[in-house]
């Protein structure tokens, strides 16, 4: 005799816990994590100055950012793109993005240019 719990109702759905397509990636050096990689990566993508970018990541891995301060991050730098400093001389004086990172450049004030050609100083309002 078979029990009616044996049966598998043909309305009865199979649960799979972990499908395929989201296999366990493991995350690159130095990253603990595929989330810290993957905000990285967006923060390398904004970032004008693309060098030493294994001490970036070293430097990266210790300041351990969460995405309310990569936004920050990011919107600092799109401010700093448009400033003197970053625009002089072919983009000369951008800092290394690890220096960057090390400073805290995303608390620094930027000059820019305004639009009516009067120098502004902006800093992102966080």
């Known amino acids: 005799t078979t ?6 109702d043909k309305n ?3 649960i799979v816990l972990f499908p395929s397509e989201y296999k366990t990636e493991k995350p690159r050096e130095p990253f603990d994590n595929i989330k810290q990689q993957k905000l ?3 923060f390398w993508s904004s970032y004008p100055k693309k060098k030493s970018k294994g001490q970036a990541e070293k430097t990266w891995t210790k300041l351990n950012p969460d995405e309310q301060l990569v936004a920050r991050m ?3 730098i799109e401010r700093a793109k448009k ?3 970053w ?8 800092p290394h993005p690890s220096t960057w990172l090390n400073a805290k450049g995303w608390e620094d004030e930027y000059e820019l240019f305004g ?12």
Do not use: H, M
């Open 83 to 85: 400033s003197k400093d």
């Open 12 to 14: 009865d759905k199979e």
């Open 40 to 42: 990285f990566d967006f």
């Open 74 to 76: 990011v919107a600092t």
């Open 115 to 126: 639009e009516d050609g009067v120098d502004d100083v902006c800093k992102v309002p966080y």
């Open 3 to 8: 029990n009616k719990n044996d049966k598998k």
């Open 87 to 94: 625009l002089r001389d072919g983009g000369q004086y951008i």
